[in-house]
Each structure stands twice: as C-alpha cells, then as structure tokens.
C-alpha cells in the first residue's frame, strides 16, 4: 500500500482534506441531513430511515464520530447520536473559508 505522503502537508491542511473525506460518501450526507431534520438526537432508527445494513450504518456513524461532527451516548444497547454543534460550525467556517478564495480567471483553458 502507497503512503499519503500527508505529513508533506500542515496540520490544517490534512484536517480539511479529512474533513472533505468523510463527507465524500452520501451514506455520510444522509444521515447528517435525517439528524439534521431530526432537530433532535437519534437513536437506534437509521436503519428503517435509509434502508442499509445495520453493520455500514454503524461503519459511517464510527467515522462520523471520529472527525468529531456527531457524539453519541451508549447505554446497554441503545445507541444515540446528535450532531456536534461546535465541530459543525468549524466545518462550516473551514469550508466557507476554503471557498470564499478568490479565482484568478485566466484565459489559458
């Protein structure tokens, strides 16, 4: 296996490509938007909501909760989760701030 070669890159820079990372899969998307719609926590109904296995549901909440955008309780077999609302704002400011770069228009392509 190659090596990313990330340590090349700042600390911040590896943050937002990680950040671009997890939410590159629409499984991800979704269930950020149905916690979202939510406008509460959710607990244990993923599965009945988006139609996928138990198991790539818990994979895509697993590295939802490692970049830090939802937290969740576990209690016995219950399992909640909420969006963190602090780490959501870095993404916004972190996306807004990587977007709102301005653009050189050439006329080369």
């Known amino acids: 296996m190659g090596i990313t070669k990330a340590e090349l890159f700042s ?3 590896n943050r937002l490509a ?3 990372k997890v ?3 629409p499984a991800r998307v979704a269930i950020l938007q149905y916690i979202i719609n939510q406008k509460a926590c959710i607990c244990n109904d993923l599965v009945e909501e988006l139609g ?3 198991a790539t549901i818990s ?7 490692n970049i ?4 969740g309780n576990v209690e016995g077999k219950s399992v909640c989760y909420c969006i963190d609302e602090v780490v959501w704002n870095e993404f916004a400011q972190e996306f807004g701030m990587f977007f ?3 653009i050189q228009n050439n006329e080369c392509c």
């Open 11 to 13: 600390d911040k820079k």
């Open 18 to 20: 990680n950040m671009f």
């Open 23 to 25: 939410l590159g899969h």
């Open 52 to 54: 996928l296995a138990q």
């Open 59 to 65: 994979q895509h909440l697993k590295e939802l909760k």
């Open 68 to 71: 830090g955008i939802i937290k």
């Open 100 to 102: 709102s770069q301005t």
